[in-house]
């Protein structure tokens, strides 16, 4: 089994200071992880992922995170938020099952920017 | 860069209508996917298809359908559309492979009355 937590469903920043959004997993097997962001009446669109290389991952818009096995954990930091960050934010955890993927997603952190 | 186009961004439509719901990518991705969004939810998988003909249920299939006659094109449809559908709609695809991640259509939001 497998699951994925967004501990915090709203964050709240000031324009030019750090973001942090939270990303807990369950899983029984080496997950691989993704962060997407979905901006207003968009879909979806991949920051970045891990796949068992390098622990830390950067991503595109100056996102990177780290994947921490001892804390089940992959959290996501930028650090300086810019106003177009504002947007939802879904962690993933996927792993290969019966010849599927197997994909679970966070239940989104809505980003709030304040100028 | 792919695209995964859905064919409508907004559809409005009665309760026990027929709907299909079109999506379609171009980057010869052999799996695709429908997927629903709502508030609080996250994003919760309906149908996914990872071969031409081929589709597999996912965690909330009832009330719908999907099918996938060409490699590009997975369409969703609402056999006898209820309120209880009323949601957004998002279809993906990714390559076969391991750890390839999905790419989004920009979604259809769908007001069932």
């Known amino acids: 089994a497998q699951s994925v937590t967004q501990l915090d469903s709203h964050v709240s920043v000031s324009e030019g200071t750090p973001v942090l959004l939270r990303c807990n997993y369950s899983s029984s097997y080496s997950p691989s992880l993704f962060w997407y962001v979905q901006h207003p009446n968009k879909g979806l669109q991949l920051l970045l992922k891990?796949?068992?290389?390098?622990?830390l991952v950067k991503g595109i818009n100056g996102f990177e995170a780290e994947f921490k096995k001892s804390e089940t954990s992959f959290h996501l930091t930028k650090p300086s938020a810019h106003m177009s960050d504002a947007a939802e934010y879904f962690c993933?955890?996927?792993?290969?099952?019966?010849?599927?993927?197997?994909?679970?997603f966070g239940t989104g952190t809505k980003l709030q920017v304040i100028p | 860069d792919v695209k995964v186009t859905q064919s409508s961004r907004y559809l409005v439509k009665r309760t026990g209508e027929k709907v299909f719901l079109e999506c379609v990518q171009d980057m010869d991705h052999e799996n695709m996917f429908w997927y629903r969004q709502d508030p609080g939810l996250g994003l919760r998988l309906i149908y996914f298809s990872y071969d031409v003909k081929m589709k597999e249920k996912g965690d909330i299939p009832e009330g719908y359908s999907v099918s996938r006659e060409k490699k590009e094109r997975f369409s969703l449809i609402l056999e006898s559309a209820s309120t209880n559908q009323t949601s957004m709609y998002l279809c993906?695809?990714?390559?076969?492979?391991?750890?390839?991640?999905?790419?989004f259509g920009d979604g259809t939001r769908l007001s069932i009355l």
């Open positions: 891990y796949t068992s290389a390098a622990t």
């Open positions: 993906a695809s990714r390559p076969g492979g391991n750890v390839q991640p999905q790419h």
């Open positions: 993933v955890v996927t792993r290969n099952s019966g010849g599927y993927q197997k994909v679970t």
